[in-house]
């Protein structure tokens, strides 16, 4: 008797260990897949323009974008200055007014983008008619360490949809 009792307790032990050791292999594959201290890059984030694509307006003098009429993945050139290495990462959103005047439609919002690197291409939430539309570009930063937000950027953009 206490021999089985030995035995069903050991096996109850060797079970209990080998879900810790999985839990504890996704935990560490998951770290190392987000990026640095846990931090969810933007997968389409990269330091190299892909061939054949239309360089955009960096942040810099940001007043204007263009993109296709009836389209939802669109070029754009979205940069994080390599100046801010060490400093911060940044995300970008780009809203347009709701209807009602009073809230905003996101049309997009990337993940954290790291220094020195730029999103060339972006899906909108919904393919846009031609037009004129007022934008804003809101540009989140958020410092390296401890990822806390800083001080957002927010500009007015003319949007032109052709």
């Not at 390599?82 to 959103?93: A, I, S």
């Amino acid at each position: 008797m206490k021999k089985r009792a030995l035995y069903i307790a050991s096996c109850v032990a060797l079970v209990l260990l080998l879900v810790f050791d999985l839990c504890l292999c996704f935990l560490l594959i998951g770290v190392r897949e987000s990026g640095e201290g846990g931090v969810v890059l933007d997968p389409n984030a990269g330091a190299e323009r892909p061939s054949g694509a239309v360089k955009g307006p960096t942040i810099k003098g940001f007043s204007s974008l263009t993109v296709p009429s009836g389209m939802q993945t669109v070029a754009i050139d979205l940069y994080n200055p390599v100046e801010n290495n060490g400093l911060y990462y940044l995300t970008f959103e780009l809203r347009l007014p709701d209807e009602s005047g009073h809230g905003y439609e996101v049309l997009f919002k990337t993940e954290h983008v790291a220094p020195g690197l730029h999103i060339y291409q972006v899906t909108l939430s919904r393919a846009l008619q031609t037009g004129e539309y007022t934008a804003q570009l809101l540009i989140r930063p958020y410092r390296m360490e401890g990822l806390s937000p800083t001080n957002n950027v927010s500009a007015v953009v003319k949007l032109t949809v052709k």
